[in-house]
């Protein structure tokens, strides 16, 4: 399967949750906290944690810029300089 998801540990959101204590609105969030159709935020490690537990395999990764263009910085912290996630999944 294909999985898709907006980084809510992308290094703007949390910059946003810690200078301004509020749930961060933007390109990849653009609903406010109590108006959105996305019910859980979590970040790319909660996923790869999610997966691991149920025993799902990653297949391939893409972090990707809030235009869905591939993340052409290091690969170093994902989870801090990834906006949005795409996994491709499977089970063993």
């Not at 395999?57 to 300089?81: C, E, I, K, T, Y």
């Amino acid at each position: 399967g294909i999985v898709t998801f907006p980084n809510f540990g992308f290094w703007r959101c949390r910059l946003q949750v810690a200078l301004q204590g509020l749930m961060p609105v933007a390109k990849t969030l653009p609903y406010q906290w109590y108006n959105t159709p996305n019910v859980h935020l979590f970040t790319i490690r909660d996923f790869e944690e999610l997966c691991r537990s149920k025993r799902i395999d990653v297949l391939q990764r893409m972090v990707l810029d809030h235009a869905h263009r591939p993340w052409q910085g290091p690969r170093l912290w994902p989870n801090l300089l990834g906006e949005i996630a795409l996994y491709r999944l499977g089970r063993a």
